[in-house]
Structures are given as C-alpha cells and as structure tokens.
C-alpha cells in the first residue's frame, strides 16, 4: 500500500507525481456523457469551432477529478477515510484535447482528528499543468486519513 499515513504528511512539502496523462476526445466525450453534460463546447467538434478556442474544451470536472486522481498512487492510495471537501477550485487556462497533464500536490496542513483518536486530517493543494507548463487547474482538498496502526 503505497499511500502516506497521516503521520508521514510534511506541511510545506511539494509532491511531482510520476503519472502524467494525455487527454484525448474519447476521454471528454465518455465523461460528459456519462454526467449527463450536452455542452457542445465539450462534445461538439463543429459548434467549438466557432467558439473564441477553435476546438473544445476539455470538461473541467473531468480535469479536476483527473488531478486529484494523479495525486492517489503517491498520497492517499489505502490510506484515506474519505474526502471532505475541496475549496478554491479554478481552472485559469484552458485544457484541450491531446495535451499531457502533470499534477504537483503542496502539504498545506495537517491536524488531528478531534472525533477519531485514528484518524487526522490534511489539507492538499494540487496543481495541474499542461505539457509547456501552463496552469490549467488548481484547488485545495481536505482529505480524512488514517494513522499508522498501532503495531500488535
């Protein structure tokens, strides 16, 4: 199980994740589909042309879920409780289909739970990058993560 335990979390460290991933047509196509979404300027080809961006836009809850979820294998993988929320969420460029993301994640800060003697709590700010570096999403998130179990 490659996730941290809470107590592994430094506040002020910086994560660049191994994974990055090349979004494609099908890719904005399944998810807006799948949410139910009928926004042309994710689906459609010929309506996106005509728009200020000349192509579509990739879903940007599909950027945001595709962000956090780069940042799993590293940070969280076995070790969450849950999600408790995500604040400040921006996406300040645009992500087009066939561009290649890569994530960072800043330990902003950590405490313990006041309800779970297990458990604390961390707050993430990860960041999305297009390949030529742009910023293309941003967000904070609360995660609920599990303490190293005692050893028996």
């Known amino acids: 199980?490659?996730?941290?335990?809470?107590e592994e979390f430094e506040i002020g460290k910086t994560y660049s994740h191994s994974i990055t991933r090349t979004v494609t047509e099908m890719d904005?196509?399944?998810?807006?589909?799948?949410?139910?979404?009928?926004?042309?300027?994710?689906?459609d080809r010929h309506f996106s042309a005509r728009t200020e961006w000349g192509q579509p836009l990739m879903n940007s809850l599909f950027t945001l879920g595709l962000m956090i979820g780069i940042s799993v294998n590293e940070l969280?993988?076995?070790t969450t409780i849950a999600n408790l929320g995500m604040t400040d969420v921006k996406f300040p460029?645009?992500?087009?289909?066939?561009?290649?993301v890569n994530v960072t994640t800043e330990v902003l800060?950590?405490?313990?739970?006041?309800?779970?003697p297990t458990a604390g709590i961390?707050?993430?700010?990860?960041?999305?990058?297009?390949?030529?570096?742009?910023?293309?999403?941003?967000c904070r998130r609360q995660a609920f993560m599990r303490k190293r179990p005692a050893e028996a």
């Open 109 to 116: 800060a950590k405490r313990e739970s006041k309800s779970r």
């Open 28 to 43: 904005n196509m399944m998810f807006s589909c799948l949410t139910m979404n009928p926004q042309p300027l994710h689906i």
């Open 93 to 100: 460029a645009p992500l087009f289909q066939g561009d290649t």
């Open 1 to 6: 199980m490659p996730g941290l335990w809470f």
């Open 122 to 138: 961390v707050d993430f700010h990860h960041r999305a990058y297009k390949q030529d570096g742009t910023l293309v999403a941003e």
């Open 76 to 78: 969280t993988l076995g």
